[in-house]
């Protein structure tokens, strides 16, 4: 029980923190964070900003929304909350999800991290409508298992964080660590969601 709680708790602690990291951009440096990879002429791009933000803005959003809605206390207390918590999560995903999918486009690297986060992105949205359909239909097994997978992929976030410094680190130069974390961020979150999914006997056929 002290390991649940403990593990509960960094998930928690770990989701707050990067959902508050965009404040960084807002009371930080211009080119702070991952815009110092970027070029002059890709920050001076109106249409790429506004995805940008809205990407990292609606992306933190969803991450201070969406671990709640794994809190039994609060979906068996508090339903009507886990529910606006739940729509305010689907729409922050609808809206970072596809400006997530266009900036991808411009990654850092090339075509191996360009495919990457737009694979993560297409996966996002596509689970977290799947989940938002199932409960439209009440089929709750449905709807928790695929919002199982869909904050799997949020907190790739969250795993870019903490990878991204490691192998820059251990290669010596950005862009290698770039490009290898534009996958490592999300499919070992998928592949631990699957054997949750198993575990917990959810059935999504």
Sequence with gaps: MIGNR?????????AIGVGLYPLMYVFGAEQSGLLQSKTTELLANQAWNLAFYGHI??????????WSQFSRKIRNKRLNLHRNLG??????????????????????????PAVGFISL???????????????????IQLHQGM?????????AAVTLRV???LLTIAFGEFLTAYKIVAWLCWVPNMIFAYFWVKKKGILLA
């Design 6 to 14: 403990i593990a509960w708790f960094v998930f928690a602690f770990l």
């Design 147 to 155: 919002m199982v997978y869909s904050y799997a992929a949020c907190f």
């Design 163 to 165: 990878w991204l410094p």
């Design 87 to 112: 729509k305010t999560y689907a729409l922050a995903v609808l809206i970072s999800g596809i400006c997530g999918i266009y900036i991808g486009f411009f990654a850092s690297g090339g075509i191996i």
């Design 57 to 66: 803005s609606f992306g933190g959003l969803a991450l201070l929304t969406g």
């Design 121 to 139: 992105g297409v996966i996002w949205l596509y689970t977290t409508l799947k989940a938002y359909k199932a409960i439209r239909s009440k089929d």
